[in-house]
C-alpha cells in the first residue's frame, strides 16, 4: 500500500494499494455454474487529490474477466450465444456531507450474452447518490 499524507487522530494513514481475486467452479467447466471461472484486478483508495484529502473520499480502478460455462446445452447456446465477458469500470465517490455520498462511474462492458446483443461492447455511465440515516 502506497501512503500519503500524515495519520489522523486514531492513526489511520490515507493511501491506495492493490486488490486481487480469482474463483473456478466445479472442475472448471462450470456446470452447473453459468461461468467456469473468474479474475478481477485494480487499485484503489483514498482520494488523491490534495484538495480533498481527509474528507472521505475513494476512488478505484478496475478490470475483471469471466469465462463462461463450457456447459450450456444447446437451447441456451442457439438463444444467448454464451461468450467470455470483460469488464472496466472507474469510479470517483465524492463525501459531499458525512451522511452523503455521490459517486459517478464508468464501464466498458463487453458482455456474456453475445447472441442478444450481436457482440457488440457498451460503455456504461451511472451516477448514484447514497443517504446514510
Do not use: C
Request: hydrophobic share 35%; charged share 20%; no cysteine.
Amino acid at each position: 500500500m502506497v501512503t500519503y499524507g500524515p495519520s489522523d487522530a486514531k492513526g489511520k494513514t490515507e493511501g491506495w494499494g492493490f486488490f486481487g481475486r480469482a474463483s473456478i467452479a466445479d472442475d472448471g467447466s462450470g456446470n452447473p455454474n453459468w461461468g467456469s471461472w473468474h479474475v478481477s484486478a485494480g487499485f484503489g483508495g483514498d482520494s488523491p487529490l490534495f484538495s480533498r484529502r481527509g474528507k472521505g473520499d475513494r476512488f478505484g480502478i478496475g478490470y475483471a474477466y469471466t469465462a463462461t460455462s463450457t456447459e450450456f446445452g444447446p437451447i441456451p447456446q442457439a438463444l444467448f450465444g454464451p461468450r467470455d465477458a470483460q469488464n472496466i469500470e472507474m469510479y470517483y465517490r465524492y463525501k459531499l456531507t458525512p451522511s452523503m455520498e455521490l459517486t459517478p462511474d464508468i464501464q466498458w462492458v463487453r458482455g456474456m450474452l453475445g447472441g442478444l446483443t450481436d457482440g457488440d461492447d457498451a460503455i456504461v455511465a451511472g451516477i448514484r447518490l447514497n443517504i446514510i440515516l
